[in-house]
């Protein structure tokens, strides 16, 4: 069990903010943070890790890693921390990248192998392809056998086709490990293929703390689907409006009333829904 209860000030997006956060994450779970930029959510990380400070209280599987005064030295707690950046060594193969950490070539084996890296163990990252690299920054985080797994957006960079894969490995090396896992991600598919739970951030406050199914599978009355995207541009043509809005990575027309587009600005947050085969637009 991970017991957080910290309060550090911050300057966020609109002005300084508290992060202000009491909750408790179960051993070997693998729990999402999501919400907007700058509402806390790398900051925890990095509380997490002692590379930052905060007040209050964080207990792991019932040792203290901060009390007050008290904080134990990030070298000293077990976890593992893969970033957006894959952070090698140029000059190290895979292989003495990952016994750079801990001399124990049995468990770096054992690692390639789970991510199907053990072919490319003498190659120089130099030679590696993006998804390849974070496979390897993923192996790297586990050579401690960690009992924290901290991952800040990492499949960000990669196409979908690999971030597919790599959400493979993630889930592999998590339930092989037994790791308790906290990652941030922006992306709800991603969230709802890993994550046990979801905690939102807002304003370095919890919003909610849920599942992904119940955060991203809301509808209301008869709509048979809803996506959120951004509006692009809206339009003019006869006595309708078009409007272009960008959902992931696809941009989609939506047909909306000429009275009903005065209602929107571009660069607006939208959610497209649908009732009965006809999309509606609506402001998020």
Request: hydrophobic share 40%; with cysteine; aromatic share 6%.
């Amino acid at each position: 069990m991970i017991d957080i209860r910290i309060k550090k000030e911050l300057l966020g997006a609109l002005g300084k903010m508290d992060l202000e956060l009491n909750l408790e994450i179960k051993k070997r779970s693998f729990t999402a943070l999501y919400g907007e930029s700058g509402s806390g959510k790398t900051t925890l990380l990095r509380i997490l890790a002692g590379l930052e400070k905060a007040e209050g209280i964080i207990r792991v599987n019932d040792e203290l890693w901060l009390d007050g005064n008290y904080e134990l030295p990030t070298q000293k707690r077990k976890i593992g921390f893969v970033f957006q950046e894959y952070a090698l060594f140029e000059n190290m193969c895979v292989e003495q990248n990952l016994l750079f950490v801990k001399k124990d070539r049995e468990l770096a084996d054992r690692l390639l192998g789970l991510t199907g890296l053990s072919e490319l163990k003498k190659r120089h990252p130099n030679s590696l392809s993006g998804g390849q690299k974070q496979r390897v920054a993923l192996c790297r985080a586990f050579m401690n056998e960690p009992s924290l797994l901290l991952m800040d957006e990492p499949l960000s960079a990669l196409d979908p086709k690999m971030r597919s894969k790599l959400q493979e490995d993630i889930k592999t090396l998590h339930k092989h490990f037994e790791t308790t896992t906290i990652m941030v991600s922006h992306d709800p598919s991603e969230i709802y293929q890993l994550a046990d739970q979801v905690i939102v951030l807002e304003q370095g406050k919890i919003r909610s703390q849920t599942t992904a199914k119940e955060l991203f599978l809301k509808t209301k009355g008869s709509q048979k689907f809803a996506l959120m995207g951004e509006l692009l541009e809206l339009i003019a043509a006869d006595v309708v409006c078009i409007a272009i809005v960008s959902i992931g990575q696809q941009i989609v027309e939506v047909v909306i009333d000429r009275k009903e587009a005065e209602g929107f600005t571009v660069g607006d947050r939208v959610q497209v829904s649908t009732k009965a085969f006809a999309p509606t637009l609506s402001k998020i």
